[in-house]
């Protein structure tokens, strides 16, 4: 048996089209969504990343920003620009790209930015909606998982999804999102001393450690739906993700490829919510 791929390059597109078809909605009333994106330092990782934000903003027709600053800004300099983007009515969304240099303390920038421009969902007020099931901005990257499952129809009501991978950004709020759905859900981390155990009894498997092969095939149930949202490269240079793609896909019944996979849908989530800070601000929730 091999799985079938969910493919987060077709899904975006058809979830960009919509976002680009509500945008225009709201440009027709006079508002043009927007989202500002604060780059400070010079990682080349980051780098790439704003730029494709700033790109999918644009091929989407939001409004977008990039501000650049040397690594040296100061933590008071920073705080004062997401002071004045909070005030700025052209910006809906606000993203500080991290990590941020090590004299800066991320936590506090992320506390100031108005928890209404927070899209990339990372603010205590938006965590807090989350575990609370109040209405707030889910982190881009669980929250694509769950478009990828919604994609597929998959009920998860009753199963049994293991989270590989605890972060604030992917691990835990992934564990919400599922539980929210219904599912029983277990995360693993560093100290699980069996992750094999876990893994062999989930019929859903996210795995988002930063780690190749992490997960391999003789720790997947046959038939279990399997989402890789590791980012690293092989020996020879290659983008892979924290599954032995090869290897799973032999025992899974779905499988998100890297690339392809779970990354474009990061960015795609970035802009739904973008274009629902905006629809909050013209409608009073989004539409
Ligand atoms: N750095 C790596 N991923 C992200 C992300 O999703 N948002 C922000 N702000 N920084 C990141």
Same mark, same amino acid.
């Given at each position: 048996m091999s799985a079938q791929l969910i493919d987060g390059n077709a899904l975006s597109q058809q979830l960009r089209r919509d976002v680009a078809a509500r945008a225009q909605a709201l440009k027709a009333r006079g508002i043009t969504p927007g989202l500002a994106v604060v780059l400070v330092g010079d990682n080349p990782a980051s780098q790439v990343y704003v730029r494709n934000k700033v790109k999918a903003c644009e091929d989407a027709g939001l409004h977008s920003v990039l501000e650049k600053y040397d690594a040296s800004l100061s933590e008071v300099d920073l705080l004062t620009r997401v002071e004045s983007l909070n005030q700025?009515?052209?910006? &809906?969304g606000i993203l500080v790209q991290l990590?941020?240099?090590? &004299?800066?303390d991320s936590q506090k920038i992320i506390e100031a930015i108005s928890p209404g421009k927070d899209v990339d969902g990372f603010h205590v007020a938006s965590a807090g909606a989350l575990m609370t099931g109040m209405p707030g901005f889910w982190p881009c990257t669980p929250y694509g998982c769950m478009k990828m499952l919604e994609s597929i129809d998959?009920?998860?009501?009753?199963k049994h999804a293991v989270v590989i991978g605890r972060s604030n950004i992917v691990g835990k709020p992934m564990a919400l999102m599922l539980l929210q759905q219904n599912a029983t859900v277990t995360i693993c981390h560093s100290?699980?001393?069996?992750l094999k155990t876990m893994t062999l009894q989930a019929d859903v498997i996210v795995a988002a450690?930063?780690?190749?092969?992490?997960?391999?095939?003789?720790m997947v149930k046959p038939g279990a739906v399997v989402l890789d949202v590791g980012m690293n490269r092989n020996d020879e240079g290659k983008l892979c993700g924290d599954v032995d793609f090869e290897g799973v896909k032999q025992v899974a019944s779905f499988i998100t490829p890297v690339?392809?996979?779970?990354g474009p849908m990061t960015i795609t989530m970035l802009l739904v919510n973008t274009l629902a800070a905006a629809e909050t601000i013209a409608h009073g929730s989004p539409v």
């Amino acid at each position: 048996m091999s799985a079938q791929l969910i493919d987060g390059n077709a899904l975006s597109q058809q979830l960009r089209r919509d976002v680009a078809a509500r945008a225009q909605a709201l440009k027709a009333r006079g508002i043009t969504p927007g989202l500002a994106v604060v780059l400070v330092g010079d990682n080349p990782a980051s780098q790439v990343y704003v730029r494709n934000k700033v790109k999918a903003c644009e091929d989407a027709g939001l409004h977008s920003v990039l501000e650049k600053y040397d690594a040296s800004l100061s933590e008071v300099d920073l705080l004062t620009r997401v002071e004045s983007l909070n005030q700025d009515p052209s910006i &809906h969304g606000i993203l500080v790209q991290l990590p941020l240099p090590a &004299h800066i303390d991320s936590q506090k920038i992320i506390e100031a930015i108005s928890p209404g421009k927070d899209v990339d969902g990372f603010h205590v007020a938006s965590a807090g909606a989350l575990m609370t099931g109040m209405p707030g901005f889910w982190p881009c990257t669980p929250y694509g998982c769950m478009k990828m499952l919604e994609s597929i129809d998959y009920n998860l009501r009753g199963k049994h999804a293991v989270v590989i991978g605890r972060s604030n950004i992917v691990g835990k709020p992934m564990a919400l999102m599922l539980l929210q759905q219904n599912a029983t859900v277990t995360i693993c981390h560093s100290a699980t001393p069996n992750l094999k155990t876990m893994t062999l009894q989930a019929d859903v498997i996210v795995a988002a450690v930063g780690k190749r092969n992490v997960l391999t095939a003789d720790m997947v149930k046959p038939g279990a739906v399997v989402l890789d949202v590791g980012m690293n490269r092989n020996d020879e240079g290659k983008l892979c993700g924290d599954v032995d793609f090869e290897g799973v896909k032999q025992v899974a019944s779905f499988i998100t490829p890297v690339p392809g996979g779970v990354g474009p849908m990061t960015i795609t989530m970035l802009l739904v919510n973008t274009l629902a800070a905006a629809e909050t601000i013209a409608h009073g929730s989004p539409v």
